[in-house]
């Protein structure tokens, strides 16, 4: 199976929070971050969090982790149409190559 | 800081021709990876060059290639192209350390024919 598993669509309307959840396999990461794809662009690192922590927080981001049941998710708060994009959770593990293992990505769809 | 430059932005190839892809890494990055993006496999990591060698490589066949230069530009070449090597390639440059905070170029749509 995959290392980083995500659901692959999600909708909200514009003005409400979304939550975009992500679950990895490997125990030893080091770092998890989360990355955003807009139409016909490459990925932009949104945020990222270190393992050892349980939240970040970055204006209308927050990222939380749950590291026993390694579970990572992104809210958004207020989203916005620009927010549509697909979002893709990251992991690296400590010890290895440091490679980012990505998930399939979530298709957020903000509507009006 | 001029971001990551990927050329051509387009192409379009037939089965059994080969193609080489280019990426500029940002200014002072020595890693430069690439992946491939399909809708049906997602975001699959092909390697990794820094510093002229190639550190890391994906699970892919040895139709692809990559290469570094001295000034950290990269190629990608894949030879013999089939049907489902039609996907956008990917390039990312990084500073390379234990966070790695990948910097992507808008990538190269590949389409065989």
């Known amino acids: 199976g995959e290392d980083v598993e995500q659901s692959l669509f999600l909708s909200v309307r514009e003005g409400d929070s979304s939550v975009i959840n992500c679950t990895y396999t490997d125990s030893s990461s080091t770092y998890l971050y989360w990355y955003k794809q807009e139409p016909g662009a490459g990925l932009q690192l949104l945020t990222y969090?270190?393992?050892?922590?349980d939240m970040k927080q970055d204006q209308r981001l927050t990222v939380l982790l749950n590291k026993k049941d390694k579970h990572l998710s992104l809210r958004i708060a207020d989203t916005q149409t620009g927010d549509s994009a697909i979002y893709f959770c990251a992991e690296s593990i400590s010890g290895g190559s440091y490679i980012p293992t990505f998930g399939r990505g979530t298709s957020l769809i903000v509507h009006p | 800081k001029a971001g990551v430059t990927q050329t051509p932005r387009y192409l379009i190839k037939t089965r059994g021709q080969q193609v080489t892809l280019s990426c500029s890494p940002i200014?002072?990055?020595?890693?430069v990876s690439w992946y491939q993006q399909t809708p049906g496999q997602g975001l699959q990591f092909l390697f990794e060059y820094f510093s002229e060698t190639q550190r890391n490589k994906g699970n892919f066949p040895g139709r692809f290639s990559g290469r570094q230069f001295s000034n950290s530009r990269s190629e990608m070449n894949v030879s013999t192209l089939e049907l489902g090597d039609s996907a956008l390639y990917l390039c990312?440059?990084?500073?390379?350390?234990?966070?790695?905070?990948?910097?992507f170029g808008s990538g190269t749509q590949l389409s065989v024919l």
């Open positions: 200014s002072g990055h020595r890693s």
């Open positions: 990312a440059s990084s500073s390379r350390g234990q966070l790695e905070k990948l910097f």
């Open positions: 969090i270190f393992s050892n922590m």
